[in-house]
């Protein structure tokens, strides 16, 4: 369906706008997250980058706020032909601002957890999620402004894949006897937890791209991401 709006929207100024704004929310989560990962692997102290970090959040906040407010002075004036095309930029805004939120989260394990990582059967496959989740942003980012189907189905594939990995180590986490400390444990089972949302809500922009709207953020009848 985006394919078809966005062909329909070619003399569009104001919907148009609205995409360019959500593929900039793209960039910002993307920087977000690369930030929070440089502060999980110790590579900058994580007093360097949180005033960026919190800046781009607030620019992402105000991006969505921008794109509702536009989107119901659009309605309101007499454009209901374009409501599929405002319901589907409703919905992907708020899963850009949710991957924002994420991105603080995992920045602030990184912070607040200042030991070392000393289990590598938990570890290794987190750092795997992590290198696999970076350029779904700018694959994401992608589909959606060129309203392309394969580059979304490789996202969602992607996406899917990732959310699973996150499950099994939460399981293996939680039915473990091991020995570890708790906040290391704790670490672990936070990260997994939020990188399985990211992946999710750039799943769920991907899905705007190949689902009619009824049936966005789903996929094979299931929902990509379930209500925080």
């Known amino acids: 369906m985006l394919r078809e709006i966005l062909s329909a929207l070619s003399g569009t100024d104001v919907l148009a706008e609205m995409i360019d704004q959500v593929a900039r929310m793209l960039q910002a989560g993307r920087q977000m997250f690369g930030q929070a990962s440089e502060v999980l692997m110790r590579a900058v102290e994580w007093k360097d980058v949180a ?3 919190y800046a781009r959040d607030r620019q992402v906040n105000r991006i969505e706020q921008d794109v509702r407010e536009r989107i119901i002075t659009h309605l309101s004036v007499g454009n209901q032909a374009d409501l599929s095309a405002c319901l589907i930029l409703m919905s992907v805004v708020k899963d850009a601002e ?3 939120d994420y991105c603080k989260n995992i920045f ?3 912070k607040f957890y200042g030991h070392d990582y000393t289990r590598p059967h938990y570890a290794k496959p987190l750092e795997g999620i992590r290198f696999g989740i970076e350029p779904l942003f700018a694959k994401a980012e992608k589909a959606f402004t060129d309203a ?3 580059v979304a189905r490789d996202v ?3 996406a899917g894949g990732l959310m699973r990995t996150c499950d099994v180590i939460i399981q293996q986490l939680l039915s473990s006897n091991e020995e570890m400390s708790a ?10 937890r939020f990188y399985k949302r990211v992946s999710a809500h750039l799943g769920n922009i991907a899905s705007s ?3 009619p709207v009824p049936l966005i953020d789903y996929r094979g009848g299931a929902k990509l991401e379930p209500a925080p």
Do not use: C, N
Not at 183 to 192: G, H, K, S, T
């Open 108 to 110: 602030e394990v990184g």
């Open 148 to 150: 392309d189907r394969a």
């Open 98 to 100: 949710r991957i924002g």
């Open 51 to 53: 005033d960026d970090l």
């Open 209 to 211: 791209v190949v689902s």
């Open 183 to 192: 906040d290391e444990a704790v670490a672990y089972v936070l990260l997994a």
């Open 156 to 158: 969602l594939g992607a």
